[in-house]
């Protein structure tokens, strides 16, 4: 759960308008959905992630599933539980990075445009 409420810590400094936060821990997911969950942990992780002004949708994903990340998460997790630190450059298509910038501006343009009260 720990990395959990880092990531909520990390997102609250940063100016995003949504966020979705994979996770393949199903423990975490349960213990927050519980209606009150006794986890000190899972408390200040509700917290965080309701006074945030940031969209934060937080799914499930299966281990070892090919989400971009994951492994590498999953290794930073392990060398982590060894005091050691490990630097790891992650490549990422340009088409994907493209694909989610044009997602991103037609969703901003979207949202701008249901706000704008001028004549359409």
């Given amino acids: 759960m720990v990395p959990l409420r880092e990531a909520l810590r990390w997102l609250s400094q940063q100016p995003l308008a949504k966020c979705t936060i994979h996770t393949d821990s ?4 349960k213990v927050l959905a519980s209606l009150q969950p006794k986890s000190t942990i899972a ?3 509700l917290s965080i992630w309701c006074s945030l002004p ?3 949708v937080i799914s499930w994903v299966k281990g070892d599933s090919g989400v971009l990340g ?3 998460a999953d290794q930073l997790a ?3 539980t ?3 630190t490990l ?3 992650i490549d990422v298509p340009k088409s994907c990075l493209q694909n989610n910038l044009r997602k991103c501006s037609l969703e901003i343009w979207q949202d701008r445009w249901n706000l704008s009260e001028t004549d359409r």
Avoid at 26 to 29: G, K, R, V
């Fill in 82 to 84: 060894h005091g050691s």
């Fill in 87 to 89: 630097n790891i450059k």
């Fill in 26 to 29: 199903q423990s975490s997911l």
């Fill in 43 to 45: 408390r200040e992780i």
């Fill in 78 to 80: 392990r060398q982590g």
């Fill in 70 to 72: 994951n492994e590498v």
């Fill in 54 to 56: 940031t969209e934060v």
